[in-house]
């Protein structure tokens, strides 16, 4: 069986709670998205990172469009 790479972009927004903990979310389609924190941004993206791999193992990729856009 040949193993397939798929590169997915997912953005995500990242904020610090009134704790001081990171938090990192990011949706892979409506309803379906995961939830990373940590101590310090990069630990809330690495968490985040660690349950989409997750998530994209059981649901999949989501579909994707690619646009070029003129930006002036």
């Not at 790479?5 to 009134?18: F, G, L, M, N």
């Not at 990171?22 to 892979?28: I, R, V």
């Not at 995961?34 to 649901?59: F, H, N, S």
């Amino acid at each position: 069986m040949a193993i397939v790479t798929r590169v997915v972009h997912v953005p995500y927004a990242i904020d610090q709670d009134e704790d001081g903990v990171w938090c990192a979310s990011a949706q892979l389609r409506p309803g379906v998205g995961a939830v990373g924190d940590g101590l310090t941004q990069e630990a809330a993206i690495a968490d985040l990172r660690e349950a989409l791999e997750v998530l994209l193992a059981e649901i999949g990729p989501p579909d994707e469009l690619t646009l070029t856009l003129d930006v002036a």
